[in-house]
Protein backbone atom coordinates (compact mmCIF):
# COMPACT_ATOMS: atom_id res chain seq x y z
CA UNK A 1 0.00 0.00 0.00
CA UNK A 2 1.30 3.31 -0.84
CA UNK A 3 2.28 5.39 2.18
CA UNK A 4 0.32 8.99 2.43
CA UNK A 5 2.04 11.74 2.75
CA UNK A 6 3.24 14.79 0.59
CA UNK A 7 4.93 13.60 -2.83
CA UNK A 8 4.15 9.78 -2.62
CA UNK A 9 2.22 10.19 -5.51
CA UNK A 10 4.88 11.56 -7.48
CA UNK A 11 6.99 8.22 -7.15
CA UNK A 12 5.79 6.19 -10.68
CA UNK A 13 5.94 2.37 -10.23
CA UNK A 14 8.91 2.30 -12.81
CA UNK A 15 10.95 4.20 -10.08
CA UNK A 16 10.75 7.24 -11.57
CA UNK A 17 10.66 10.23 -9.45
CA UNK A 18 7.82 12.15 -11.44
CA UNK A 19 8.99 15.63 -9.14
CA UNK A 20 12.57 15.60 -11.00
CA UNK A 21 10.62 15.39 -14.86
CA UNK A 22 10.53 18.88 -16.84
CA UNK A 23 6.92 18.23 -17.23
CA UNK A 24 5.96 18.59 -13.73
CA UNK A 25 8.54 21.29 -13.07
CA UNK A 26 7.77 23.80 -15.98
CA UNK A 27 5.99 26.75 -14.73
CA UNK A 28 2.91 26.36 -17.80
CA UNK A 29 0.94 23.63 -17.55
CA UNK A 30 2.48 21.66 -14.99
CA UNK A 31 2.21 17.85 -15.64
CA UNK A 32 0.86 15.85 -11.59
CA UNK A 33 2.94 13.15 -12.54
CA UNK A 34 1.99 9.44 -13.53
CA UNK A 35 -1.07 8.89 -10.97
CA UNK A 36 -2.55 11.48 -11.93
CA UNK A 37 -5.33 10.44 -14.33
CA UNK A 38 -7.08 12.59 -17.27
CA UNK A 39 -4.11 15.33 -17.16
CA UNK A 40 -3.74 16.82 -20.13
CA UNK A 41 -0.73 18.38 -19.14
CA UNK A 42 0.77 15.03 -19.14
CA UNK A 43 3.27 14.24 -22.26
CA UNK A 44 1.60 11.92 -24.51
CA UNK A 45 4.39 9.06 -24.13
CA UNK A 46 3.21 9.21 -20.36
CA UNK A 47 0.03 8.58 -20.61
CA UNK A 48 0.99 5.72 -23.05
CA UNK A 49 3.34 4.64 -20.56
CA UNK A 50 3.08 0.37 -20.74
CA UNK A 51 4.43 0.33 -16.94
CA UNK A 52 2.11 2.58 -15.36
CA UNK A 53 -0.80 1.01 -17.18
CA UNK A 54 0.30 -2.84 -16.52
CA UNK A 55 -2.15 -5.08 -15.38
CA UNK A 56 -0.05 -7.27 -13.35
CA UNK A 57 0.68 -4.03 -11.46
CA UNK A 58 -2.82 -4.29 -9.71
CA UNK A 59 -1.35 -7.53 -8.25
CA UNK A 60 0.99 -6.20 -6.38
CA UNK A 61 1.13 -5.08 -2.71
CA UNK A 62 3.29 -2.29 -2.75
CA UNK A 63 2.05 -0.41 -6.65
CA UNK A 64 5.87 -0.86 -7.31
CA UNK A 65 7.40 -3.25 -10.14
CA UNK A 66 9.71 -4.68 -7.69
CA UNK A 67 7.08 -6.84 -5.95
CA UNK A 68 5.73 -8.23 -10.22
CA UNK A 69 6.57 -11.12 -10.52
CA UNK A 70 8.00 -10.40 -13.91
CA UNK A 71 10.48 -8.30 -11.93
CA UNK A 72 12.93 -6.51 -14.22
CA UNK A 73 10.71 -6.95 -17.44
CA UNK A 74 12.02 -5.95 -20.54
CA UNK A 75 10.08 -2.58 -20.11
CA UNK A 76 11.50 -1.45 -17.27
CA UNK A 77 15.06 -3.03 -17.86
CA UNK A 78 14.69 -0.81 -21.15
CA UNK A 79 13.56 2.24 -19.19
CA UNK A 80 16.54 2.03 -16.82
CA UNK A 81 19.16 1.66 -19.41
CA UNK A 82 18.01 4.63 -21.27
CA UNK A 83 17.59 6.53 -18.09
CA UNK A 84 20.97 5.71 -17.19
CA UNK A 85 22.81 6.54 -20.05
CA UNK A 86 21.00 9.68 -21.01
CA UNK A 87 20.26 10.85 -17.18
CA UNK A 88 22.48 8.99 -14.98
CA UNK A 89 19.91 7.96 -13.30
CA UNK A 90 18.27 4.24 -12.31
CA UNK A 91 15.09 2.99 -11.68
CA UNK A 92 15.77 -0.02 -10.56
CA UNK A 93 18.52 1.29 -8.07
CA UNK A 94 15.46 3.82 -7.27
CA UNK A 95 13.04 0.79 -6.55
CA UNK A 96 15.84 -1.22 -4.19
CA UNK A 97 16.01 1.86 -2.16
CA UNK A 98 12.31 2.51 -1.87
CA UNK A 99 11.90 -1.52 -1.27
CA UNK A 100 14.63 -1.51 1.22
CA UNK A 101 14.33 1.27 3.58
CA UNK A 102 10.65 3.15 2.24
CA UNK A 103 9.34 5.51 0.11
CA UNK A 104 9.07 8.24 2.91
CA UNK A 105 13.38 8.16 3.44
CA UNK A 106 13.46 7.88 -0.54
CA UNK A 107 11.73 10.87 -1.09
CA UNK A 108 13.73 12.54 1.57
CA UNK A 109 17.10 11.47 0.06
CA UNK A 110 15.86 12.81 -3.72
CA UNK A 111 14.89 16.42 -2.24
CA UNK A 112 18.36 16.43 -1.06
CA UNK A 113 19.88 14.86 -4.16
CA UNK A 114 18.08 16.85 -6.47
CA UNK A 115 18.71 20.19 -5.23
CA UNK A 116 20.31 23.48 -6.92
CA UNK A 117 23.27 23.91 -4.35
CA UNK A 118 23.28 27.38 -5.52
CA UNK A 119 19.73 28.42 -5.41
CA UNK A 120 18.00 25.51 -3.69
CA UNK A 121 15.54 24.81 -6.53
CA UNK A 122 14.54 21.14 -7.45
CA UNK A 123 16.53 20.64 -10.43
CA UNK A 124 14.86 18.14 -13.27
CA UNK A 125 16.72 15.07 -14.35
CA UNK A 126 16.20 16.21 -18.02
CA UNK A 127 18.01 19.18 -17.93
CA UNK A 128 22.04 19.56 -17.91
CA UNK A 129 21.31 23.38 -15.53
CA UNK A 130 18.83 24.41 -12.93
CA UNK A 131 15.54 25.99 -14.54
CA UNK A 132 15.75 28.83 -11.66
CA UNK A 133 19.45 29.98 -11.71
CA UNK A 134 20.88 28.15 -15.05
CA UNK A 135 23.71 27.11 -12.97
CA UNK A 136 25.25 24.52 -15.05
CA UNK A 137 24.98 20.89 -13.39
CA UNK A 138 27.17 18.10 -13.94
CA UNK A 139 25.70 14.56 -13.68
CA UNK A 140 28.47 13.88 -11.29
CA UNK A 141 26.89 16.35 -8.56
CA UNK A 142 23.48 14.44 -8.17
Known amino acids: MREDFKYANLIAPCGMNCGLCIGHLREKRPCGGCFKKDDENKPKVCRSCVIVNCNLLSETESGFCYDCEKYPCNRLKNLD???????????????????????????????????????GYGLSVHRDYCINCKTEISQNTY
Not at 93 to 108: C, Q
Open 81 to 119: KRYRTKYGMSMIENLAYIKNHGLEKFIKNEEEKWRCKIC
